[in-house]
Nanobody, 121 residues
Framework: QVQLVEAGGGLVQAGGSLRLSCAAS????????MGWFRQAPGKEREFVLG???????YYADSVKGRFTISRDNAKNTVYLQMNSLKPEDTAVYYC???????????????WGQGTQVTVSS
């Protein structure tokens, strides 16, 4: 069992930056593949970035070159660094843990409660 808690959301102007964190409970965090997803009002939840247990990263095309993901297994935490934010990045951001590298939210077993990111123009 893994519990995930996101933090770091907020309101930022277009072009600005935010760093989200996702703290995990449980001793097996380092064995999970982690993903960040987002969901805007009226839209489906979409994949943003992922990082495997071994540290390999994979991205949605919409955020390549702007967002990065990292993990600190000693702190049981995964991070999402967001730069050059755009109004279309506005959404609730969720972290998730799963057993395999995947872009599909249904394959992830554990989810955080989400944190709101709002980018003003």
């Amino acid at each position: 069992q893994v519990q995930l808690v996101e933090a770091g959301g907020g309101l930022v102007q277009a072009g600005g930056s935010l760093r989200l964190s996702c703290a995990a409970s449980g001793r097996t965090f380092s064995s999970y593949d982690m993903g960040w997803f987002r969901q805007a009002p009226g839209k489906e939840r979409e994949f943003v970035l992922g990082i495997t247990w071994s540290g390999s990263t994979y991205y949605a095309d919409s955020v390549k070159g702007r967002f990065t993901i990292s993990r600190d297994n000693a702190k049981n935490t995964v991070y999402l660094q967001m730069n050059s934010l755009k109004p279309e990045d506005t959404a609730v951001y969720y972290c998730a843990a799963g057993d395999s590298k995947s872009y599909d939210p249904v394959t992830y077993d554990y989810w955080g409660q989400g944190t709101q990111v709002t980018v003003s123009s």
